[in-house]
């Protein structure tokens, strides 16, 4: 392993995510803001990796990032066990997160889609699913942005790089950079 490329290339992505993609997470992030001051959720979903971010995602929302404040509606379709595995089993594995926008969401909410290639098939119907029904899509991915492009309202991707590790720590930059942004907004 070389341990200086490593350290070269993760500051690289950390440049990229906090100089070049700033104003279109502070975007995000106000417009999240609001949704949850309308009293809208925020859902998330991801597969291996990216369903770990949803989840982490979540869970700053719901509990606290920096300040103690009032819990944020954040759920992440990833993480109930007997729904997906029902959904998956009786529609196939790229309903999962669909059907539980279907199911959870609302006009007004917000469905954020990691997929680090933008090419995940339960990603991409899940934020088809989410413009039918008026829910505003926020895809998170890497690289050119594969298929969630033209699925999505608005797209923050990772784009300095084709790594998938390098993809999912610049993930995890946005996500923080959100929840401390929308915990300043909501405070």
Not at 125 to 136: C, D, P, Q, S, V
């Amino acid at each position: 392993m070389n341990w200086d490329q490593l350290a070269e290339d993760y500051l690289g992505v950390a440049q990229h995510v906090l100089s070049d993609m700033r104003g279109a997470i502070e975007t995000v992030a106000e417009d999240l803001a609001a949704r949850l001051e309308r009293g809208n959720k925020i859902m998330i979903c991801g597969n291996g990796g990216s369903a770990g971010d949803a989840q982490h995602f979540a869970g700053e929302l719901v509990n606290r990032f920096l300040f103690d404040r009032r819990p944020y509606a954040g759920i992440a379709l990833t993480t109930d066990t007997s729904v997906l595995t029902a959904i998956g089993n009786d529609y196939g594995y790229e309903q999962v997160f669909a059907k539980q926008v279907e199911g959870l969401g609302k006009a007004g909410d917000a469905l954020i889609g990691i997929s680090t290639s933008g090419n995940a098939d339960n990603v991409c119907l899940a934020m088809e699913t989410a413009r039918k029904m008026n829910i505003h899509t926020v895809a998170m991915t890497g690289g050119s942005g594969g298929k969630l492009i033209a699925l999505t309202d608005t797209v923050l991707s990772v784009s300095c790089t084709g790594s998938t590790p390098r993809i999912q720590e610049g993930h995890g930059v946005i996500i923080h950079a959100l929840c401390e942004r929308i915990e300043e907004i909501l405070r």
